[in-house]
C-alpha cells in the first residue's frame, strides 16, 4: 500500500503552536477595529453635542427622545440587516411601515383596543413580507423589483385606507405607553422593544441554524444550494422577517406619534439600508453585523438631534448624512484591502 | 546569439502584503520569441509575479527591465502600452459586448475621436480571429453565448490587437479540450516565430515539454531555479525543486478483491435531453468508479443530475434501494449524496467564512438544538474531520480563502465526510490543485473509499481516472461507449474511445 505523501509528523504537530493564536486575535481584532471606530464615531458625536448644546442635548429627556426615535427604524434596520446580508434589498420597508400603522388605526381595527392594533400592524407586516418573499424566493424576481413593487402598491393602498387623513389613536392603552409615567427605570417602552429585538436579532444572526444559513445564501447562493441548504425557503423566511420587524416598527410608530399616517416611514429603506451599510454589512451579501447596523442607527439619530438643537435644517442634515455614507465605507474599504 | 538586451528582466522583485510575503527577491528573464514556462505550487507567487508584469501590483523593490531599460509599470495600460499584454485564468470579458466590442474595448478605431466606427473594429476583428484559427467565430456575437474555449480566443485576439511584445498567459488550458490545446500551441508556435514572446503557467508538466524553451521555477514567493531548459529538464528534478521533495503521481494501491457489497448506488436510464443519453449504472461501497470524457461529453451533467442540482428528462437514481426525489438537491444529501463540484470556489465554498464554518454547513442540525448551534462541539466535529484528511493548516477557524487548493478540496471532502455522506460524487477534484498536493488526495480518495465510502469520479484528466478508478465508464457525446475494469484500459486505447468519431478540426 502506497503512503499517504504528508511532511512528518513532528513538523505537522508545530503547527496549530504556531499558527493559532494570532489568527484567532487578529480576526477579534479585526471585529474589534470596525466596532471600535463606530462607537469614537457615536462618543464624538456625543462630545460634539455636549459642547453646542451643553444643557439642552445631555439633558435626560433629550437622550430618551433620541433613543426612541431610534427605536421605530432601529427595528426595521435588524430586518433589513438580515435581508442585506442574505444578499437581497427590501425597499419597501418605509412603506410596509405605513400600511401597517394605517391599517392598525382605522376606526374598524381600533375598536379591538391595543391587541387588535398590535395583531393588525404585525399581520400587514407579515403578509407584506409573504407576498415579497413568495415573488422573490418562488417567483424569481429580482428583489430590487419585487420590493420596489410592494412599495409603490403599499403606500398607495394607505393612502385610498386615508384617504390622505391622519387617523388619531383614541385606545387609551397604546397612548399610554407613550407617556412618561411608564418609563421603567427612566427607560421609555419603545426603547426597551428596540433592545430586545436587537438582542434576539443578534442572537439570531449568530448562534442560530437560521442565521447561518443566512450567511451562507449570501456568501454564495450556489453553493449554499449544492450543500443541501434551502435557499428558496431560507430567501421567503427572511422577507418574512422583515415584514414582522416593520410591523413591529408600525406599531412604535402608532404609540410614538398617537396615530397613523399615510406618510409614515417616509425613506426609512434608505435610512435602514445605509445605517446596515456603515455599520459593516456587506450589500453583496455574505457578511452581516447586527452590533454595527444599531450603532448605524444611533449615529444617524444623533446627528439628527444634534441638527435640530443647533436649528440647522434638514437640507443640512441629508447633506450629512450623504457625506458620513461615503466617508464610513470608504474607511471600511481601506481596513478591508488591509487585512 | 548576438549579446543583445533581453526583453525582458525583472530583478529582485519583492512584494508583501500585510502578513505574508508574496514575492520575495524573484528574477526573472525572458528573451524575445521563447516560450518562457512558470512553474510553481499555488501560493508559489506566480499570480502576484504576472500582475506586477501587468501592472495591477505595485513591487516593494526590484528593478523591471524591458528591452534593456528601466521602467516603471504603473498601471495595467502602462504595461500595455509597452507592448505587455495578460490572458487571465479568469477571462476578464463583458458578456453582454459582442466579440468586437470586446476585442477593441477601451481602444476602439474612432472617427472625430468618439465615434465608434463598428465595421473597421468587426473587420479588424475578424482578420486577428483568422489568424487564431479560428474564423468561424462571429465578431457581432455577444461573448456571453461563446464557449469558453471561444471566449478564451477572444480574450486572445484582444491582446493581439495592441502592438503587443509580450503575452502572459495564466493556466490557458485549463478549461480546453485535447483538440483546442492543440490550436493553442500552434498560435504559441506562430506568435513566438514573430518575435513574441510568451510567459507561459500551466501545472501540467507534460504541455512544459511540448512547447516551452525555458523553465522558471517559483517556490515560498522565490525563483529557485531561473531559466531551466524546458525539455530536457528531468521530471523528478522540476517536481522536486516545486516542491521540496521527490514526488510523482502516485496513485494508491488498489484493494486485492473487489467489494462483494450490494450498490449503494443505481442510476437507471437516467438522462437529460441535449445533454447525455439514458444512463445506467451502480456503485458499490469500497468501489471507485470513474467517468471519463472530453469537455462537453456530459460528465459533469450526470455528476449534477444524479444529485438533483439539475432535473432529469428520463429515469431515476436509487439509494440503497429507494429512488430519490428527482431535481431535489436536499433529497440527495439527505440520501447520503455529497458532491465535490467542478467549481469549487463558485459552487462549493464560502469564501468569507472559516474552513469549520465551511466543513459544518451541511451538517448543521447535528449541533444545534432547536436551531441553537453548540459552537463548542461545532469546532470539535469540524477539527476532528480536517485532521482525519490532515488538512493544513490543522486550524479550522482559518478563513478557507487562505487554503491552497488542495487544502480547499479537502475542506469540502471533510464537510461530506462530517455529514456521515455514503456516496461521494468528485467532478474533477484535482482541478487547480499542484502537483505535490494531488498524490495526496488521490490517497485520501482511496482511504475513504476503502473505509466504505462509494465513490463516483469525473475528471478531464485520463491518467487520473486510471489510475485511481476500480471501473472506468468512457463517455463520448453524453453516451457511454465502453466499460471496463481500469486494469485493463490504458490512456490510449481511453483517447481512441473518447475522440473516435468526433469531428475532425
Request: include cysteine; aromatic fraction near 4%.
Amino acid at each position: 500500500m502506497t503512503q499517504p505523501v504528508s511532511p512528518p509528523r513532528d513538523s505537522a504537530d508545530k503547527v496549530p503552536s504556531t499558527t493559532e493564536a494570532p489568527v484567532w486575535r487578529s480576526l477579534v481584532f479585526r471585529a474589534d477595529v470596525r466596532t471600535l471606530s463606530l462607537l469614537g464615531v457615536l462618543a464624538a458625536l456625543i462630545v460634539i453635542g455636549g459642547i453646542t448644546k451643553p444643557d439642552e442635548f445631555l439633558d435626560t429627556r433629550n437622550l430618551q427622545l433620541v433613543l426612541t426615535q431610534a427605536s421605530v427604524i432601529g427595528v426595521v434596520t435588524v430586518g433589513m440587516t438580515f435581508v442585506i446580508t442574505s444578499g437581497g434589498i427590501d425597499l419597501s420597508v418605509g412603506a410596509i411601515v405605513a400600511l401597517s400603522s394605517v391599517w392598525a388605526t382605522t376606526v374598524a381595527t381600533q375598536e379591538y383596543g391595543f391587541a387588535g392594533i398590535l395583531f393588525t400592524a404585525v399581520l400587514v407586516g407579515v403578509g407584506c413580507g409573504l407576498v415579497n418573499g413568495l415573488l422573490i424566493a418562488y417567483g424569481g424576481m429580482v428583489p430590487f423589483i419585487a420590493t420596489l413593487a410592494m412599495l409603490a402598491s403599499a403606500r398607495g393602498l394607505a393612502l385610498q385606507i386615508t384617504d390622505g387623513r391622519t387617523q388619531i389613536v383614541t385606545v387609551d392603552s397604546i397612548l399610554d405607553l407613550g407617556e412618561r409615567d411608564s418609563y421603567v427605570l427612566g427607560v421609555p417602552p419603545l426603547v426597551m422593544v428596540f433592545a430586545v429585538v436587537t438582542i434576539i436579532g443578534w442572537l439570531v444572526l449568530n448562534r442560530t441554524t437560521f442565521g447561518r444559513r443566512t450567511v451562507a445564501v449570501g456568501g454564495n447562493a450556489e453553493a449554499a444550494r449544492l450543500a443541501g441548504i434551502d435557499v428558496r425557503r431560507q430567501r421567503l423566511y427572511l422577507y418574512l422577517l422583515s415584514g414582522l420587524c416593520c410591523g413591529i416598527a408600525a406599531f412604535l410608530l402608532i404609540i410614538l406619534s398617537g396615530s397613523g399616517q399615510n406618510t409614515n416611514g417616509n425613506l426609512y429603506e434608505l435610512d435602514a439600508i445605509a445605517a446596515a451599510i456603515i455599520g459593516g454589512t456587506l450589500l453583496t451579501g455574505g457578511r452581516g453585523t447586527i452590533t454595527g447596523s444599531v450603532l448605524g442607527v444611533l449615529i444617524f439619530t444623533t446627528i439628527t438631534n444634534i441638527f435640530a438643537l443647533n436649528n440647522l435644517q434638514s437640507d443640512v442634515q441629508q447633506i450629512a448624512k450623504g457625506a458620513i455614507i461615503v466617508a464610513a465605507v470608504l474607511v471600511q474599504r481601506r481596513t478591508a484591502s488591509t487585512t | 546569439m548576438a549579446p543583445e538586451p533581453s526583453l525582458l528582466s525583472m530583478s529582485g522583485i519583492t512584494k508583501s502584503f500585510p502578513g505574508v510575503r508574496a514575492l520575495d527577491g524573484v528574477d526573472l528573464d525572458v528573451q524575445a520569441g521563447e516560450v518562457h514556462c512558470l512553474l510553481g505550487q499555488n501560493g508559489a507567487g506566480k499570480s502576484t509575479l504576472i500582475k506586477v508584469l501587468a501592472g495591477a501590483h505595485h513591487p516593494d523593490t526590484g528593478t523591471i527591465r524591458w528591452r534593456g531599460e528601466d521602467v516603471t509599470l504603473r498601471s495595467p495600460i502602462a504595461a500595455m502600452r509597452l507592448g505587455i499584454a495578460t490572458i487571465y485564468q479568469e477571462l476578464d470579458l463583458v458578456e453582454h459586448l459582442s466579440v468586437a466590442e470586446n476585442v477593441h474595448l477601451g481602444h476602439e478605431p474612432t472617427a472625430a475621436g468618439f465615434v465608434v466606427r463598428g465595421k473597421a473594429a468587426r473587420s479588424s476583428t475578424a482578420a486577428l480571429l483568422k489568424r487564431l484559427g479560428h474564423p468561424e467565430i462571429d465578431p457581432t456575437r455577444l461573448v456571453g453565448r461563446l464557449s469558453a474555449a471561444q471566449q478564451q480566443i477572444v480574450s486572445m485576439a484582444r491582446a493581439l490587437s495592441h502592438d503587443v511584445r509580450l503575452i502572459v498567459m495564466d493556466e490557458p488550458s485549463a478549461a480546453l479540450d485535447p483538440d483546442e490545446v492543440d490550436n493553442l500551441f500552434r498560435i504559441v508556435g506562430d506568435l513566438t516565430a514573430d518575435g513574441v514572446a510568451v510567459v507561459y503557467i500551466s501545472h501540467r508538466l507534460e504541455e512544459i515539454r511540448r512547447i516551452g524553451d525555458r523553465v522558471t521555477v517559483l517556490k515560498d514567493g522565490r525563483a529557485v531555479a531561473g531559466g531551466l531548459p524546458a525539455k530536457s529538464t528531468p521530471t523528478r528534478e522540476v517536481v522536486a525543486l516545486m516542491t521540496g521533495r521527490n514526488v510523482e503521481y502516485v496513485f494508491p494501491d488498489r484493494p486485492a478483491s473487489a467489494p462483494q457489497a450490494a450498490a449503494v448506488l443505481e442510476v437507471e436510464g437516467l438522462a437529460r435531453e441535449g445533454e447525455f443519453e439514458p444512463l445506467d449504472l451502480r456503485v458499490r461501497p469500497g468501489e471507485i468508479v470513474g467517468l471519463a470524457g472530453l469537455v462537453g461529453s456530459g460528465r459533469s451533467e450526470i455528476l449534477e443530475t444524479i444529485y438533483g442540482a439539475r432535473r432529469p428528462t428520463a429515469g431515476r437514481v436509487l439509494v440503497d434501494g429507494r429512488a430519490l426525489r428527482p431535481g431535489s438537491v436536499r433529497a440527495a444529501v439527505r440520501a447520503g449524496l455529497g458532491l465535490a463540484p467542478e467549481e469549487r470556489k463558485a459552487q462549493a465554498l464560502l469564501m468569507l467564512e472559516s474552513v469549520t464554518r465551511n466543513v459544518s454547513v451541511s451538517s448543521m442540525s447535528r449541533f444545534s438544538h432547536g436551531g441553537w448551534i453548540d459552537r463548542g462541539a461545532e469546532r470539535g466535529a469540524a477539527r476532528a474531520a480536517t485532521r482525519e484528511l490532515s488538512l493544513r493548516p490543522d486550524n479550522p477557524s482559518v478563513p478557507v480563502r487562505t487554503l491552497s487548493g488542495g487544502n480547499q478540496q479537502k475542506a469540502v471532502l471533510a464537510r461530506w465526510l462530517l455529514r456521515g455522506c455514503r456516496v461521494l460524487l468528485l467532478d474533477e477534484p484535482t482541478r487547480g490543485v499542484d502537483v505535490g498536493a494531488r498524490a495526496e488526495l488521490y490517497a485520501v480518495v482511496r482511504r475513504l473509499a476503502d473505509e466504505g465510502l462509494a465513490v463516483l469520479l469525473v475528471s478531464s484528466e485520463v491518467p487520473e481516472v486510471l489510475g485511481l478508478a476500480d471501473r472506468v465508464l468512457v463517455l463520448r457525446e453524453g453516451r457511454v461507449v465502453h466499460t471496463a475494469p481500469a486494469r485493463e484500459l490504458d490512456e490510449h486505447r481511453v483517447l481512441d474511445l473518447v475522440m473516435e468519431g468526433s469531428p475532425a478540426t
